[in-house]
């Protein structure tokens, strides 16, 4: 079965905890998307807004942090509740920030941008992991099309899992949808990210629920 983690950044922000209520409680992580306006031109939100839907949701807080500066905002996030932090390759060598995450008891993730090759990620596709972000668009803004080329990353990570006997999660981050939900799982991904995917309908649960089916019809 693959875990859906829909993405807040496409929520009703003046409605947080609502919104992240109505994904139902079949969906038991959430993906909190923190940007610095600086590492990607745009700005969302930080540790506050991660501690006050600590204290809505027991829901897995799975943090992507698109930030010039990861390592500062490690601690706070931790203290706030944060269950994950996922930090990009392109910001340098990840080795002690995860091993930083691990220590504060958190999962640590790296991810990779859609225009950076596969090759930058994969010396750290080890033990060192809990899990990998593909993305499969630029990170930065939510609503984008989802780029096919990047499929590639994804079984190339999960061949890898497999050769090296190893667990991490592939989580995929970018224009997921019920129509691209199947290309990442039968590609091996297990966490699907999705905004615009679960938040534009009406029904956030029912969106959810549908992206998982689709993504389980094509795992089978
Ligand atoms: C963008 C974020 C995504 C974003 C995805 O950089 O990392 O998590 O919310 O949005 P959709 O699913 O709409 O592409
Ligand atoms: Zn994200």
Redo the contacts with the bound molecule.
């Keep these: 079965m693959v875990t859906i983690a829909p993405?807040?950044?496409?929520a009703d922000f003046g409605r947080l905890a609502e919104e992240v209520a109505a994904v139902g409680e079949d969906v038991d992580w959430v993906?909190v998307?923190l940007?610095d306006g600086h590492f990607?031109p745009?700005l969302s939100i930080g540790p506050p807004v991660v501690a006050s839907l600590r204290r809505h949701t027991p829901k897995l807080l799975d943090c992507?942090l698109?930030v010039t500066d990861p390592g500062r905002w490690l601690e706070p996030l931790a203290e706030a509740g944060a269950d994950g932090c996922s930090v990009h390759v392109e910001s340098g060598d990840p080795t002690e920030l995860l091993s930083r995450i691990r220590d504060l008891g958190m999962m640590a993730g790296v991810v990779i941008d859609g225009p950076t090759a596969f090759e930058a990620v994969e010396p750290y596709l080890d033990e060192r992991i809990d899990l990998l972000l593909v993305?499969?668009?630029?990170?930065?803004?939510?609503?984008?099309s989802?780029q096919p080329e990047q499929v590639a990353k994804i079984e190339r990570a999960a061949a890898i899992r497999r050769h090296r006997d190893l667990a991490f999660h592939i989580e995929v981050?970018?224009?997921?949808?019920v129509a691209t939900a199947p290309l990442v799982a039968r590609a091996g991904a297990d966490v699907l990210?999705?905004?615009?995917?679960?938040?534009?309908g009406r029904d956030p649960a029912a969106a959810a629920a549908a992206l998982r089916a689709a993504a389980d019809a094509a795992r089978d």
């Design positions: 993405s807040i950044l496409a993906h998307d940007m990607v745009n992507h698109m993305m499969t668009i630029t990170a930065g803004f939510g609503g984008q989802f981050d970018g224009g997921v949808k990210v999705s905004g615009t995917g679960i938040y534009d």
